[in-house]
């Protein structure tokens, strides 16, 4: 979980703080001085003056080509540096080059007005490129230098506090009572952006101290507040706000509400670093609405492709890794890893929430560590239909992937070797967690061993009072128990969580009883595993495959003809099944037009059936080449979270194209309207 703020609160437009302050500021634009090497030129040049005029207008695109103009004639040009990083920010999203820039500016300044110099036209050029360097540096995640800065911008304006952007930054440098302080200086602020900034730093505030009903309530205040300023125009605040009360509502395990603000924070769309199709599909997804959560990554890149340039490079590494989960729990292990690995080479800032670089490497790592490992599974089970002569090469490939998962333990270990941050993990949608599924903290068992796990849920426990949570601390313990070979206390524990786990969990239900059932297993009490793993398969059926787990099952072979009898050998050697009398049964079939498999309980209900496509007409081996696409079919559709999704769909997902002719497009628009404005 992590909370956002607008980005409007760090970058409030110039022309609205000067008014604020009384300054009329467009009468002083022709009179600005500027006094370089010695020599003061008392006007801007006409051609300064005409790009100042097109960066106030928002004409960025074509303010940056006189910008650039004007530094080939003068590199000590002030305006020129100025209007040359506010367009590398807003227009172009270069942080680094819009910050090298602006502070030349800064130096320009310093050498035309001396501090303390009381000249009225140097205090506005004062006042504005002090208030972007501090957003600037916010951004960049710099925050000792924001603070320094935003002295800088008060030393001109001591009326204008930024009390909201102090607040963030203390927050961000973990000085929480600073933080809480300057936070309610601008809930009591005038200026309603500024007290609407410090609720929204107030929720960020509550929710990193771990005070989940204080959160709660100071996001609805927040979200209140935004509501009131949609009227104005303001939709971004709603989107920020919606979203933070949507994720403090979860934190609360309020499912029902936190879907309804996150859907009040998706339509219509703003321009917002905050993407709240990233959270609205993985919530769609914990509850294995897996239909929705891809439409929910299609409205996903659509929000992106519709943000500026500037704040879409904050969300990139986020909306990889939405994708790359969701293809995790379809099985989809090369696409998965491909938009994982994408994600972990190119991280986002972190400048506009409340969450750090570190929480996106952990959970990161930690999920293309299950990526692996699913891979790993799924060539095991191809190497069940395939020849030996393969099945000795599947084995070497499944080993490699599970061997290429430790550089992603050593990433997760790392990051968790900070107390607070391994505290926070097993908190359950609290501030300080890794940035993976709840129902994906499981796999820590393994990555940290079950000793430490175990005590460190005995911390969580002793922390969290909330009422609730403690089917979560179960479901963790039952894991627990598992790997250090207590199978009846996993079962039991297992069995305690499921009781009282949120139903809307589905995901991390299914996860809790296929580790119940499997505790069962191996007690010896099949009775107790059966209902378990019906459970598990029924709630999200990737669950044992990503787990490396075997049914307990038989085969059995309805149909005298060849291919059948092969598709049952074949299936008899599945790593997902293992051959127990009373389990579950997989009958096999021919159907005329091919052959069928179906998973069936022993309660007689149907798990899920497969229809194996005929041989093709030019096979050299048309009965073995049925019977493997049967038990091929078998295990993609009974052993995977069910998932529409085409490659045309898959490259759409991926938005890089997309993104790329998206943002090309809007250049040219941009400039166009540009060219045609009168």
């Known amino acids: 979980m992590s909370v956002a703020r607008p980005h409007w609160l760090s970058r409030l437009a110039v022309t609205l703080t000067l008014a604020l302050l009384g300054v009329a500021l467009v009468g002083l634009w022709p009179a600005i001085a500027q006094r370089q090497q010695g020599r003061v030129r008392t006007e801007l040049t006409p051609k300064e003056a005409e790009a100042v005029a097109l960066e106030r207008q928002g004409k960025l695109l074509t303010a940056r080509r006189l910008a650039d103009e004007i530094l080939a004639e003068d590199p000590d040009s002030l305006a020129g540096h100025f209007v040359l990083a506010k367009a590398l920010h807003e227009a172009e999203g270069s942080l680094a080059r819009a910050m090298f820039h602006m502070k030349r500016a800064a130096e320009l300044h310093e050498r035309a007005w001396p501090r303390g110099s009381g000249d009225e036209v140097g205090l506005d050029w004062h006042r504005r490129i002090y208030f972007e360097l501090q957003g600037l540096a916010g951004e960049m995640e710099r925050y000792d230098l924001q603070l320094d800065y935003l002295d800088d911008v008060r030393e001109a304006a001591p009326e204008f506090r930024l009390a909201d952007n102090e607040a963030w930054a ?47 309530d100071a996001c609805l205040a927040a979200l209140d507040g935004s509501r009131g300023q949609r009227a104005a125009g303001n939709r971004e605040s709603v989107v920020v706000d919606a979203s933070n009360a949507a994720e403090a509502a979860q934190s609360v395990l309020r499912f029902d509400e936190a879907e309804r603000y996150i859907r009040e924070a998706a339509d219509p769309p703003a321009n917002s670093a905050t993407n709240p199709w990233r959270f609205l599909t993985l919530l769609m997804l914990d509850q294995g609405r897996m239909d929705e959560a891809i439409e929910g990554l299609k409205a ?11 704040l879409r490079v904050h969300a990139q590494a986020e909306a990889d890794m939405a994708l790359a989960v969701t293809l995790l729990v379809g099985a989809r292990a090369e696409d998965a890893f491909r938009m994982a690995d994408r994600a972990l080479s190119r991280p986002d800032r972190r400048g506009f929430t409340s969450n750090t670089p570190e929480q996106a490497l952990g959970g990161h790592a930690l999920i293309r560590r299950a990526i692996r490992r699913l891979d790993a599974e799924l060539i095991a089970e191809e190497a069940s239909w395939s020849s030996l002569g393969d099945r000795v ?7 490699g992937r599970r061997l290429g998962a430790w550089p992603d333990d050593e990433r997760v270990i790392h990051v968790l070797t900070d107390p607070k941050r391994l505290h926070a993990t097993f908190r359950v949608y609290a501030y300080g967690t890794v940035d993976a599924p709840v129902w994906l903290l499981g796999d820590l068992v393994e990555v940290l061993g079950p000793g430490v796990v175990g005590a460190v849920l005995e911390q969580a426990r002793a922390a969290e009072q909330m009422p609730g949570l403690h089917a979560y601390y179960d479901g963790f313990e039952a894991e627990v128990a598992l ?27 299914a996860r809790v009883a296929a580790v119940g059932a499997e505790g069962a297993r191996r007690a010896g009490d099949l009775a107790a595993a059966m209902p378990l793993f019906e459970q598990a398969m029924q709630g999200d059926p990737g669950v044992v495959r990503r787990l490396g787990l075997a049914l307990p099952a038989t085969v059995e072979v309805a149909s005298s003809q060849t291919a059948a009898r092969q598709a049952g050998d074949l299936l008899e050697r599945s790593p997902r099944l293992r051959e127990t009398p009373g389990g579950f049964r997989v009958s096999v079939e021919d159907q005329g037009a091919g052959l069928r498999a179906c998973l069936v309980s022993p309660a007689g209900g149907i798990v899920g059936c497969a229809t194996g496509e005929p041989a093709p007409a030019d096979s050299d081996d048309p009965i073995g080449d049925a019977a493997r696409g049967l038990a091929r079919a078998f295990h993609a559709e009974t052993f995977a979270m069910p998932m529409n999704l085409s490659a045309t769909d898959l490259r759409s997902l991926d938005g890089t194209t997309a993104l790329d002719a998206e943002a090309a497009r809007e250049r040219m628009n941009r400039t166009l309207d540009e060219l045609m404005a009168p």
Do not use: F, K
């Open 170 to 216: 203390h927050l961000r440098l973990g000085d929480m009572d600073r933080a809480r302080a300057a936070a309610r200086t601008a809930i009591g602020s005038t200026w309603e952006y500024e007290r609407q900034g410090g609720l929204n730093a107030l929720c960020a505030i509550e929710y990193s101290d771990h005070n989940r009903q204080a959160c709660y």
């Open 300 to 310: 996903m890149q659509r929000w992106r492709m519709g943000q500026s340039p500037d």
């Open 393 to 399: 090469g599947a084995v070497a490939r499944a080993s």
């Open 483 to 509: 790997a250090q070979g207590e199978h009846r206390r996993a079962l039991d524990l297992a069995q305690r969580a499921l009781a009282d786990l949120p139903h809307s969990e589905r995901l991390v239900r």
